[in-house]
C-alpha cells in the first residue's frame, strides 16, 4: 500500500509541476505575428486582369498596345454603359481580344484592363 501511495503522491507532484516544469519553452518560442489584412484596392473588382492575349500576343500593364487600338474605331465612348469606370484624364478605354483596355492618348501605353465580361456584370 505505501509503494502504491507513492507512486500516486509522485504521478500528482510530476502532473502538477509539469507545466512549471518547462515554462521556458513557451516563453522562448517565437510568437508569429498576425498576417496583415489585405485590403482591395479601392477601384479593384472581380473583373480586373492583369494580363491578357489579343492578336495571338499576349499584354500586360506597363506595355504599349498597337496602332490599330488607337483608332477611333476601338475607342469606347459609351463606357457607362458597358459598366466600365471613368477614364482618368488623358486616357482613353479600347477594346483588345475580348478585354476592355484603357490607354493613355498620347502614347497608348496600358494603364487598366477589366474582362469583356463586366458589360454582362451587372
Known sequence: ?????VFVFSAAL???SLPMAFPAFAADAPVA?????ATPAPQSSSFDIQEFHADYKPFKIGDIVPDLYRTKEYQIDAWKIRHLPAPEA???WTYMGGNYVLITDAEGK???AMKGEIFYGH
Open 90 to 92: 488623358g486616357s482613353h
Open 14 to 16: 510530476m502532473a502538477g
Open 1 to 5: 500500500m505505501r509503494k502504491l501511495n
Open 33 to 37: 505575428a498576425p498576417a496583415p489584412i
Open 110 to 112: 496600358i494603364l487598366r
